[in-house]
């Protein structure tokens, strides 16, 4: 198939397109490459990928391009509603994977605008791409934050979510309202993907994970929030990947279009894990004692987050399974190859 995947320089946009090239796909990989974090970060992404950084920072139009193999790469925004028509109407995709998106909890506080350019206007226009230019199937990323402050614990996709506590979970359920329009409108398929807090490898500098190990390793305190008592379903990005790529590859029927167009899963690893019990697992893998500093609970965050993932096991026989000690490990190996 080809499958263009929408911020392929991001942390599981890499991973998914790695994934699908390994399995043969031909992937044209799309980023804006924006300095919301450490675009060198992105950049040594996209160089796993064989891309280049050099000619990677030529990429503002869509007459240029960076070629390997089985993957290409473009440099666009998805708010931009003049050249993406013009990608999707020359690349004539089969699927379309949208992980691009403005990220993060906190940072919607600071800067909401982002996150209506890229996450409403940006996703109204692949939506709009994938209506006119015929794609079958739409995979997108939504959020466990969707959740909000619902207090019933495991999370299932059939529960209410009209409590979002952050604008960046205001747009994800947004996301997962445009594309039930669109599929009940035009008939093609999409599956919103509710990913729990993803941790791995090339994680993004602002995920818990990273700022932990990184304040450990250069000997400062860690700061935690609501005086250690939270709880994570914390999901390796190696699981998040293989649930993205199955439900990617599997074929979509006229069976499975009578059982409607529009489809929801969470993708987690099915357990709730204490934060300060995720921090003891970082500390047993570094052999340091971390400095912990006690914050209350912050703006825009929630007490628990646990996923019921019932409708993947039965619709993709698949269950992430990853325990935490060993992604942790995973983790810091690659911090300190990257970093130290």
Not at 98 to 109: C, E, F, K, T
Not at 179 to 197: D, E, I, V, W
Not at 301 to 328: M, S
Request: aromatic share 12%; net charge negative.
């Amino acid at each position: 198939m080809k499958i263009l995947v929408t911020g392929a320089a991001g942390f599981i946009g890499f991973f998914v397109s790695k994934s699908l090239l390994e399995k043969g796909h031909e992937v044209v990989g799309l980023d804006n490459i924006n300095d919301y974090y450490d675009v060198n970060l992105k950049y040594a992404r996209l160089n796993q990928l064989g891309i280049i950084k050099e000619k990677a920072e030529e990429f503002n139009a869509l007459s240029q391009s960076n070629t390997t193999k089985s993957f290409s790469f473009i440099r666009l925004a998805l708010e931009d509603r003049e050249n993406l028509p013009r990608l999707f109407k020359a690349q004539d995709f089969d699927v379309v994977c949208n992980l691009a998106a403005q990220a993060g909890v906190r940072y919607s506080l600071e800067n909401p605008e982002a996150y209506v350019d890229s996450n409403l206007v940006g996703f109204l226009n692949i939506l709009e791409c994938c209506r006119n230019f015929k794609i079958r199937h739409l995979v997108y990323a939504s959020s466990s934050s969707v959740y909000g402050l619902n207090d019933k614990i495991p999370f299932e996709t059939t529960d209410t979510v009209d409590h979002p506590v952050s604008l960046y979970a205001a747009t994800k359920k947004s996301n997962e309202l445009m594309a039930h329009s669109y599929s009940h409108l035009y008939g093609f398929k999409t599956t919103g993907l509710r990913f729990f807090t993803v941790y791995g490898p090339w994680g993004r500098p602002d995920m818990a994970m990273f700022l932990f190990t990184d304040a450990i390793v250069n000997n400062k305190p860690i700061k935690v929030f609501n005086n250690g008592k939270l709880e994570r379903d914390f999901t390796y990005i190696d699981d998040i990947t293989e649930g993205v790529v199955r439900i990617i590859q599997k074929p979509v029927t006229e069976q499975v279009k009578k059982k409607g167009a529009f489809k929801i899963y969470n993708i987690g690893n099915s357990k709730s894990v204490k934060l300060m019990d995720f921090i003891t697992a970082i500390e047993d893998s570094l052999g340091t004692i971390a400095k912990k500093e006690m914050y209350p609970m912050q703006p825009g965050d929630v007490e628990k987050t646990w996923a019921n993932v019932d409708d993947l096991i039965a619709d993709y026989d698949y269950r992430p399974n990853t325990p935490i000690q060993d992604g942790v490990d995973n983790f810091i190996t690659w911090y300190k190859e990257y970093y130290l």
